[in-house]
């Protein structure tokens, strides 16, 4: 088992192991999984018409070299605790803005982008700081706040590459209905499965009421 003790609580530990070679690892593994992504992600944008967009944890921008096929990269921000992915988004997006920073504090301002989302981010995030990462998320969005993880009826722990506490499933929709149901209405959902070229991801819409 992998551990290590870092200031700042359970948070910083993660953002210390995604922003160092743990997350370059992740980086190199994962750079040729998102060639089918545009079959999902072209259609969605077609439908929804959003004029600004917000990935929170981008990675080299698999999800976002899609997106800027509907949306001007100009109006597109992806942000990343590491800082090789956001090297590679850099020179695989041009025009994308990067941003390094944590989930948990999104430098950008309030109800300022149309649509902002996470791709298998929130199941990395730790009890303590995932209603701060998902009020981020709502916080800064205008419109659509959309989230694609792992789903189960309750939350359960992965050992995930020789780590614990890195990854859990859970019910993302329902969560977010908790917390914020006041600004959010669940307008669609869904399941991205290994034959649609993902990895057995549930997805949740919502938009602002």
Request: a negative charge; hydrophobic letters at 40%; charged letters at 25%.
């Amino acid at each position: 088992m992998a551990s290590t003790k870092t200031k700042g609580g359970e948070a910083a530990r993660l953002e210390t192991l995604w922003a160092g070679e743990f997350g370059n690892e992740y980086v190199d593994r994962n750079l040729s999984a998102y060639d089918r992504r545009g079959e999902f992600w072209l259609p969605l944008m077609d439908d929804l018409q959003p004029e600004s967009v917000l990935e929170i944890g981008c990675n080299v921008g698999g999800n976002l070299q899609w997106i800027t096929q509907r949306v001007d990269p100009n109006d597109v921000t992806g942000v990343d605790i590491n800082a090789k992915a956001l090297r590679l988004l850099d020179r695989r997006v041009p025009g994308v803005r990067a941003v390094n920073a944590p989930a948990r504090q999104i430098p950008v301002a309030d109800r300022s982008v149309d649509f902002v989302f996470t791709m298998g981010v929130l199941i990395h995030q730790p009890e303590e700081t995932l209603d701060k990462v998902m009020s981020e998320m709502v916080r800064v969005s205008s419109r659509y706040v959309f989230c694609g993880e792992y789903f189960d009826n309750e939350t359960v722990e992965v050992h995930y590459r020789g780590h614990d506490g890195a990854l859990f499933r859970r019910d993302y929709g329902g969560l977010f209905l908790d917390l914020f149901g006041h600004e959010l209405s669940l307008v669609r959902e869904g399941y991205l499965s290994p034959e649609d070229g993902w990895d057995r991801v549930t997805w949740w819409l919502f938009e602002r009421v």
